[in-house]
């Protein structure tokens, strides 16, 4: 019987690239949706499914229940799996996969898309350029360097080791904290040490985020910790959006405490169009983004589609974030 598999990332399905090929070579009944979906929405799909080939829906302890008893694996298009019960699927035996090295390059690049997006003042003075304003003389904005700058990096993984690697390139001085902190790549790139959060708050000129959601790190950025960071910090989120208190952002940009906040996520998305940091002053907020491009979605559909070709045929090339394989 031909596998019966739910694929909902729209960036795997509208991008061309070898893994539609790869795709269309399984004799597999393919479900296409649109993601990412909500709870709701998955719950309506969910049950004859031996696989799914999953972006950031909501696959809920409710959702898995609904899969079993055939579902046999999620394979996710992606590292985070915060939208995913990993607990739960555990407990149910069903391996969670996952595609961790695919994307980091994409993903520190457009870290320094949004930092030089609000150091120059670029996104509002092209959008009047656009509008036919031409602005000119005094009104012409005038920014900030960033070589010389320090660089505060939370989460020193995947993707924030790319932005050491490029923040580097831009003549910046980096620091970092990091439970599991790598040594000897910190040696080797000059990246110093912190001992904790704080020390990184209170260090640092720009902040970028890299740490993965979960309990510990959810609003890890408050009022609070605002409170610590210097004045005109420019606070940098490709991570995702809990972990920074959105309110509290919010009313640091307002009052310029925080100079800039570049986000690729926030807290809702999509986000009410009343969001408070839609608008906020120097605040630039793409559209979680930051991992799609050609190169990026090519290799991360590949290696999704790989992880569940090579989990039905028993290969042993599988990347399994819940220990089962
Ligand atoms: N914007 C996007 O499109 C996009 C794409 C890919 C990943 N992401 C996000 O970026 C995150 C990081 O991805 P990655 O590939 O670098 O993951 P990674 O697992 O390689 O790195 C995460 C790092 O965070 C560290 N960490 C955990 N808790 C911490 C804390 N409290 N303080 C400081 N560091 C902490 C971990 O030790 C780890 O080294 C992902 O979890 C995902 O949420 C976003």
């Not at 690239?17 to 597999?28: A, F, V």
């Not at 394979?75 to 996969?97: C, H, M, Q, R, W």
């Amino acid at each position: 019987m031909s596998k019966r598999v739910l694929l909902t990332t729209t960036s795997f399905q509208d991008t061309p690239g070898t893994h539609q090929e790869l795709l269309n070579s399984q004799n597999w009944e393919i479900v296409r949706a649109r993601g990412p979906l909500s709870e709701t929405e998955m719950l309506e799909l969910a049950g004859e499914f031996d696989i799914f080939l999953c972006g950031d829906d909501a696959i809920t302890q409710a959702v898995i229940d609904k899969s079993l008893p055939r579902l046999q694996a999620i394979s996710k298009y992606g590292i985070g799996l915060d939208k995913i019960n990993v607990d739960f699927a555990t407990e149910k035996n069903i391996p969670v996969l996952f595609t961790p090295g695919v994307n980091h390059t994409t993903v520190a690049e457009h870290t320094f898309g949004l930092l030089l997006g609000i150091t120059k003042d670029i996104q509002s003075n092209a959008v009047a350029v656009q509008n036919g304003e031409w602005v000119a003389g005094w009104r012409k904005p005038i920014g900030n360097e960033i070589m010389g700058k320090t660089i505060g990096i939370l989460g020193l993984g995947r993707i924030g080791k790319e932005v050491a690697i490029r923040a580097n390139a831009f003549g910046m001085k980096i620091i970092a904290f990091d439970p599991y902190f790598d040594d000897a790549f910190a040696e080797e790139h000059g990246v110093k040490k912190c001992c904790s959060m704080d020390e990184v708050l209170l260090g640092a000129d720009v902040i970028s985020l890299h740490c993965f959601l979960n309990d510990e790190t959810e609003n890890m950025i408050n009022a609070e910790k605002i409170a610590e960071m210097r004045n005109g910090v420019i606070v940098l989120n490709c991570a995702r959006g809990e972990l920074v208190d959105t309110n509290a952002m919010a009313e640091a940009l307002k009052s310029g405490k925080v100079g800039g906040y570049g986000a690729d996520v926030l807290d809702a998305e999509p986000p009410a169009p009343n969001h408070v940091l839609i608008g906020a002053p120097k605040c630039i907020i793409t559209s979680h983004i930051g991992s799609r491009t050609h190169e990026s979605v090519q290799r991360q559909a590949n290696r999704c589609l790989h992880n569940a070709i090579n989990f039905l045929s028993g290969d042993a090339d599988v990347l399994c974030a819940n220990g089962i394989l």
